[in-house]
């Protein structure tokens, strides 16, 4: 068998919205993209959403729309894709970097209490492989930490406190405590590339939490501005009549969603549901032949909370990175392709060169050192889930 590691589910009716925009005339953002960001602001609880061109579009626009940037403090975890923290180098702002639990891939919210300053705006928490991180606890830290809060303009005056910008690029489609992923971060982003649960090929989109005093529609339409080089009017409204004016309000971005690729989000949502139960599935057959060999999993669905299924991500423990290698190419040799999430940030050039020592993040580092991801899709069928069960347990136990 030949298994890739993360092809992208798409067929026919993908096919079909990709051939209705092109032969409508309309292939940039236009209706089916407006249609997109309905649904996707319904499904997840959210009163608006916006699509870009990608998850680090949203999130680097929503920092723009914060106001953040130098002089500022922006904090996430070390255990994350460069995506996540370059959004902060982008605007200016100065990079800090938390270590992960010594049990969890999630950020240590001790640390992370300890490192806000007068200077922190943002915290951004990552929901690695579509499980939600505690926000309970965010949340906690960053209302514990309010005295310490300047805000710099109107909108971080109303939110009151660090702003909770969530990385949700793995999450679309999961919960936490009942709640879609979308609806209780400050701000949420997130991924649609081809690797991705749900896809547009590129894209993304960003939801927001209903911010006392300052209106949605306002929100909306400076997301607008920001995307499209601060022109005060999209080209579907120019084709109203006699509507060709228009202004440029700043020097801004050019990152908005086509109706192309917005036509491909429509056939996944209609899909989505039915993908997403296929991933549950796979991931119980998983946890069912592997938890009892002692290998790590992520707990994907709990009682607090339910996971979007993204990443089958698994832990080796006592395997040093040689031999975690070994493995990767012996279920290679068996034609099933594997990954490691994440190389954390500190042992990547760009972020030595910001002065990061991977020596301080020995956490991270220890997660990382024996991960393996496992393909996780919806085109795998049962009789590979099955092969890669027996392959994967037959080789990783003459390392246990």
């Not at 009163?47 to 680090?56: D, E, H, K, P, W």
């Not at 982008?90 to 010594?102: E, F, I, S, W």
């Not at 228009?246 to 993908?275: E, F, H, S």
Request: aromatic content about 10%; hydrophobic content about 40%; overall charge negative.
């Amino acid at each position: 068998m030949k298994i890739p590691f993360s092809p992208p589910d798409v067929g026919i009716l993908e096919a079909e919205q990709v051939i209705d925009a092109l032969r409508s005339g309309w292939i940039t953002t236009g209706p089916k993209t407006k249609e997109l960001e309905r649904q996707v602001a319904e499904f997840c609880g959210a009163n608006r959403a916006v699509c870009l061109g990608s998850q680090t579009a949203c999130a680097e626009m929503t920092l723009h729309l914060l106001g953040v940037g130098a002089g500022d403090e922006i904090i996430t975890t070390a255990y994350t894709y460069t995506a996540t923290a370059s959004v902060v180098c982008h605007v200016g702002a100065k990079l800090v970097l938390v270590d992960t639990q010594k049990d969890s891939f999630e950020m240590d919210y001790d640390r992370l209490a300890e490192v806000i300053t007068d200077k922190t705006k943002v915290i951004i928490p990552v929901d690695l492989g579509g499980v939600p991180c505690d926000y309970d606890k965010i949340f906690e830290v960053v209302e514990s930490k309010k005295h310490l809060f300047h805000p710099k303009n109107e909108m971080q005056k109303a939110i009151g406190r660090v702003i909770v910008m969530a990385d949700t690029a793995h999450a679309f489609g999961a919960t936490w405590h009942g709640k879609p992923v979308g609806s209780f971060a400050d701000f949420s982003s997130f991924s649609f590339h081809a690797v991705k649960n749900f896809t547009t090929a590129e894209g993304g989109a960003v939801t927001w939490k209903k911010i006392d005093g300052i209106n949605d529609e306002d929100i909306y339409h400076q997301y607008q501005l920001f995307s499209l080089h601060g022109q005060s009017k999209d080209a579907l409204a120019k084709t109203q009549l006699g509507a060709w004016e228009y202004d440029v309000i700043g020097p801004w971005y050019k990152c908005n969603m086509t109706d192309v690729i917005a036509g491909i989000g429509l056939a996944q949502m209609q899909r989505y549901p039915k993908m997403l139960e296929r991933r549950k599935n796979i991931i119980a057959r998983y946890d069912a032949a592997f938890k009892p060999l002692g290998i790590e999993v992520l707990p994907h669905y709990t009682e607090e909370h339910q996971s979007s299924g993204h990443l089958y991500i698994t832990r080796v423990p006592g395997v040093t990175l040689e031999q975690r290698q070994e493995i990767i190419v012996k279920m290679a040799e068996a034609g099933i392709a594997c990954n490691v999430h994440y190389k954390p940030l500190p042992m990547m050039t760009a972020y030595k060169q910001l002065g990061f020592d991977i020596k301080d993040y020995p956490n991270a580092y220890h997660h990382f050192a024996n991960e393996i991801t496992l393909p996780l899709h919806t085109k795998l069928t049962d009789e590979e889930v099955l092969y890669v069960i027996e392959n994967y347990s037959e080789i990783v136990k003459e390392y246990l």
